[in-house]
């Protein structure tokens, strides 16, 4: 059975940084990816990887945030630095496409 569980999640100050954690479960290597939902609005892709370790970024987090995994511990993480308030957001992990079922998502908010 497939499970995914995010978080890090927080308040944090515009410029900021958080780093968000996927620990997936019943999943094997997988291409895997961080996706938001802000409220009102459509949820996005943010972030990518693959197996084979090469990285996809939206334009608006290019430069600012980092995916990586751990395949021994089937986790993904994503390093946001430099946040804005438009960064604020639900965030989840699935896989690409996103095939699993959804997790409950971390809480990401930027504000001063």
């Known amino acids: 059975q497939v499970q995914l569980e995010e978080s890090g999640g927080g308040l944090v100050q515009p410029g900021g940084s958080l780093r968000l954690s996927c620990a997936a479960s019943g999943i094997g290597i997988y291409a895997m990816a961080w996706y938001r939902q802000a409220p009102g609005k459509q949820r996005e892709l943010v972030a990518h990887?693959?197996?084979?370790?090469?990285?996809y970024y939206a334009h608006s987090v290019k430069g600012r945030f980092t995916i990586s995994r751990e395949n021994a511990e089937n986790t993904v993480y994503l390093q946001m630095n430099s946040l804005k308030p438009d960064d604020a957001a639900v965030y989840y992990c699935n896989g690409v496409p996103p095939v699993f079922p959804w997790g409950q998502g971390t809480q990401v908010t930027v504000s001063s």
């Open positions: 990887i693959i197996s084979g370790g090469s990285t």
